[in-house]
């Protein structure tokens, strides 16, 4: 079974940066994309932010110029840097990966079990 495992999550101020890690491991042949939804109570997951194996990402709109994600590919590890960090950044932070455990496989996803992230004024 694939695992993801998050660490970096915390308290920090407003301003402050954070670095979010999430780890891939188990049966993968290949890993299409990594990424990090959010979820605050009352509301649904929504996307932070994803990286393609080859590199193309998307960052949410509120998040742009703030966010950045980036992965080792050698590793099955997806980061995220989080700068400059706003009180409306908080919340629970989950990991997410598409992978195929067979070069037949269907494209699976898996999510990792969130870490809180908490930004403080």
């Known amino acids: 079974q694939v695992q993801l495992v998050e660490s970096g999550g915390g308290l920090v101020q407003a301003g402050g940066s954070l670095r979010l890690s999430c780890a891939a491991s188990g049966s993968i042949f290949s890993i299409n994309a990594m990424g990090w939804y959010r979820q605050t109570p009352g509301k649904q997951r929504d996307l932070v932010a994803f990286?393609?194996?080859?590199?193309?990402?998307n960052v949410a709109d509120g998040a742009k110029g703030r966010f950045t994600i980036s992965r080792d590919n050698a590793k099955n590890t997806v980061y995220l840097q989080m700068n400059s960090m706003q009180p409306e950044d908080t919340g629970v932070y989950y990991c997410?990966?598409?992978?195929?455990?067979?070069?037949?496989?269907?494209?699976?996803?898996?999510w990792g079990p969130g870490t809180q992230v908490t930004v403080s004024s």
């Open positions: 997410v990966a598409d992978f195929r455990r067979t070069k037949i496989s269907a494209v699976a996803r898996s």
């Open positions: 990286i393609t194996s080859g590199g193309s990402t």
